[in-house]
């Protein structure tokens, strides 16, 4: 009996991992069409996008439910090995991230509905490089998900700041030229809202390899523990833990080094 | 040995709710120092309030990691009532949620910074009415998680429209202002900004909502699912579940009345 308990949830965590794989390229699909939408605003040929990006929406709402759903019935099952117990954690949060993504490309979408409207919207320089930068993130976040590879989703942690750092040149940019064009305003306004979309999908990325990091390695690194992991360094999980221990002190001088931050922090 | 064990692990979601409204009453305080340096930008008294925020953020991000953990290590204890694993389940939702208002009140907070340094920058004249609304509502779903309240779980999901009004009448308002007035365009750019922090936390208020109906009801009320459910009405979960098949059936005509939707939806 204990076997067949063991097969049935074996069979129960790959139906859960092929959900997820699912969703994630529903929620990119969704996405690149966005991007696709936004980057190409004077082309006829394109106008027809954001409304699949919006009739995408409500299928990914109910993947997330159905995933959710799937996930609490395995738990319900009892006691996994701990790696099975990551994977089913890391897929709430995971599915979390990639409905938000999916939520974003809505928002997206909405402002190139805008803009469509406004046969004047000059699109700022930068605008094409970020979208490509905030699609590679997402794409390389969803290949570490499929190939469970911890290099991948730690090239993505990498990027974030290069996508910040497009928003912030952006949105100066969109500044001046709306101080001196009041035609400008109303353009410059929907473009500066779409770099703030780009820069929240490219975070929601960046937190589904960290999900992933945590689901295979076992390591927490949000909020900037493990600072230093890098690609090329394979690093030993007690390395990684004085590491957290480190920077949490950094922060925190309170805690303590065998890393007993609940009582110092919960008071 | 397995009634000590039980205990154990009451003590163990004792904690972990403790831990919960700690961290709730942590991200609270934060996002009130950010409503109120927003509200009061001419007051030389509330200068010191976004550098409060700033202090805050490093605690707030140590206690998510910290009950995540928590989540985990009573996970891996194995089997549990429904109830108890619901709450587990819930926990791990609204501890995202809440790390997320904290970043949002970050957020609020660096626009607050750059405000301060436009001398002329003119107040949205809806803006304290929004930042009351954003606040009443967090209080609201806070107290729904300390209360296990779905009365007032539910007052919050009644209110996200209210806020979204808000959002759009501002954003109007400065539009029109900052193609008249070239001065006005650089403030009015932080305010349009601020406007969509403030609606993110109302809608993390609402998830945190969803996830209290869903942990003391056991009814999975996001996307719109059960969008008939007033607090008046004690919708026993048979009615319940009737609504959500119908609600799913609205957006997926293919999903069968029995509610098979995973087979539908994966394809």
Redesign the interface.
């Known amino acids: 009996m204990a076997t067949t308990g063991r097969l049935n949830e074996s069979i129960l965590l790959d139906t859960l991992m092929?959900?997820l794989v699912?969703m994630a390229r529903t929620v990119e699909s969704a996405m690149n069409r966005a991007l696709d939408a936004i980057v190409s605003l004077d082309n006829p040929r394109s106008a027809a996008l954001p409304g699949e990006v919006f009739l995408l929406e409500?299928?990914i709402?109910?993947?997330?439910?159905?995933i959710?759903?799937?996930?609490?019935r395995l738990?319900?099952?009892?006691?996994f090995p701990?790696d099975e117990?990551?994977l089913i954690?890391a897929a709430?949060?995971l599915n979390?991230d990639l409905e938000r993504i999916g939520d974003l490309a809505v928002n997206l979408a909405e402002r190139v509905v805008s803009l469509r409207e406004m046969p004047g919207a000059q699109m700022p320089e930068e605008l094409a490089p970020m979208a490509s930068a905030v699609r590679a993130m997402v794409s390389q976040s969803l290949g570490a998900l499929i190939f469970r590879n911890v290099e991948m989703a730690t090239t993505v942690l990498e990027s974030d700041d290069v996508v910040d750092q497009y928003r912030d040149r952006i949105?100066e940019a969109q500044?001046r030229r709306?101080?001196?064009e009041?035609d400008a305003?109303?353009p410059g306004?929907q473009f500066?809202?779409a770099t703030?979309h780009l820069e929240r999908i490219a975070d929601h990325a960046t937190n589904i390899a960290e999900d992933i990091i945590f689901w295979v390695r076992g390591l927490?690194v949000?909020?900037g523990?493990l600072g230093g992991l890098r690609p090329e360094q394979a690093v030993p999980i007690t390395t990684a833990e004085a590491n957290i221990t480190q920077n949490?002190q950094a922060?925190?001088p309170n805690?303590t080094p065998a890393g007993n931050?609940?009582i110092v922090?919960?008071t």
Chains 1, 2 share one sequence.
């Open positions: 092929n959900y699912s409500p299928r709402n109910e993947m997330e439910i159905v959710d759903e799937h996930a609490i738990l319900r099952q009892g006691s701990e117990l990551r954690v709430l949060k979390n949105f500044l709306m101080t001196k009041p305003v109303s306004l500066v809202l703030r927490d949000r909020h523990r949490s922060s925190h805690v931050t609940d922090i919960f």
